[in-house]
């Protein structure tokens, strides 16, 4: 069964750009989580998508935002960029909300100089 | 005190030792527990789940929980150098939907 794919790998922006990551959960799962992980502060969670709805949201301001397509897919946005947003964004899937282990993806490594 | 927090590293064991890797977590509810390891440069894979107070065996693996002591614990049998990575500790709070909380890893050193 193939894993979790995203979509670009690698990212380079400029302070103010918008940028748009992509991820495709494994087959059968219906549920994504976004996660940021930067040196500082670790591995924090984004949000959490179940049948196109934001279900939970982590403690990040609105630039950062998400959805979710009736094939599962999922999307994050991040608005107006700034140096601090420069980290490893980590998508997750499960089987559904109430089953808790979630499996990763490779991950997209975004740069905003 | 943070949500879940871990042995500041990093660890270093001889190849064949026992590496015992701990974790504390604050929300005295929270049900699910997991382990992930993550090479450097690598996206986190998860090795360990742990739902119930004792030991769960997998392989050279042991997760350890005691919800009392609000500690969850992964010993690593037989080192290899392979196992050489970050270990994650992650608390999926009460009622929290898929939500994971982090420690901040230890990191692990297997020398031959």
């Known amino acids: 069964k193939a894993g979790v794919t995203q979509t670009p790998r690698y990212l380079i922006k400029t302070r103010g750009q918008q940028v748009t990551l992509s991820c495709s959960p494994i087959?059968?799962?219906?549920?994504v989580s976004w996660y940021q992980q930067t040196p500082g502060q670790g591995l924090q969670f984004l949000f959490e998508y179940f049948s196109e709805t934001q279900r939970n949201k982590g403690n990040f301001p609105g630039r950062f935002s998400g959805r979710q397509f009736s094939n599962s897919r999922s999307e994050m946005n991040v608005s107006t960029l700034e140096l601090g947003d420069s980290a490893l964004y980590l998508c997750?899937?499960?089987?559904?909300?109430?089953?808790?282990?979630?499996?990763f993806g490779p991950g997209t490594r975004l740069t905003v100089l | 005190q943070k949500e879940v927090e871990q042995n500041s590293g990093p660890l270093s064991v001889p190849e064949g030792a026992i590496a015992s890797l701990n974790c504390t977590y604050s929300?005295?509810?929270?049900?699910?527990f997991f382990w992930y390891r993550q090479y450097s440069g690598k996206s986190p894979e998860l090795i360990m789940s742990i739902y119930s107070n004792g030991d769960k065996e997998d392989g050279r693996f042991t997760a350890q929980l005691n919800k009392a002591s609000q500690y969850v614990s992964l010993l690593i049998r037989d080192s290899q150098p392979s196992d050489s990575a970050t270990y994650l500790c992650?608390?999926?709070?009460?009622?929290?939907?898929?939500?994971?909380?982090f420690g901040q890893g230890t990191e692990l050193s297997v020398k031959p």
């Open positions: 087959s059968g799962h219906r549920s």
């Open positions: 997750a899937s499960s089987q559904a909300p109430s089953v808790y282990e979630q499996f």
């Open positions: 929300d005295r509810v929270s049900q699910s």
């Open positions: 992650a608390v999926a709070p009460y009622n929290q939907g898929g939500k994971l909380i």
